[in-house]
């Protein structure tokens, strides 16, 4: 997909300023407790998520986050299709203070593509 270049710059800047975990990490730090966050739209992630995943799509993040993940010191995994809304939704979320957060690296294509689920 073809983005703007005003989003990819945003996307870029925040990639670089949250941490991005390889899939093969993810299995083990949710079985370690960390909450895996599918911050793509209702639609896609019926279609097709990471098993476990709680939905919230990137525009309700901000409103809804802290009703369903009320403690700032909780590791959340956000993860989109391939990296850019899963960057973009972790840099939101350590701005509001989830310190923790972080993102899937290739996203859940990626992930998929390495556990063949």
Given at each position: ?117
């Amino acid at each position: 997909m073809a983005y703007t270049e005003k989003f990819q710059t945003m996307s870029d800047n925040a990639i670089a300023r949250v941490n991005a975990l390889e899939p093969s990490q993810v299995d083990k730090l949710v079985a370690d407790g960390a909450i895996l966050l599918d911050i793509r739209d209702k639609e896609e992630h019926d279609k097709s998520n990471i098993e476990g995943s709680i939905n919230l799509s990137r525009g309700k993040l901000e409103m809804n986050i802290e009703g369903i993940i009320p403690d700032l010191n909780s590791l959340i995994i956000c993860y989109c299709n391939a990296n850019n809304r899963g960057a973009l939704s972790a840099a939101t979320l350590k701005d509001m203070g989830y310190y923790n957060a972080m993102f899937i690296s290739g996203g859940r294509i990626a992930y998929l593509a390495l556990t063949d689920k």
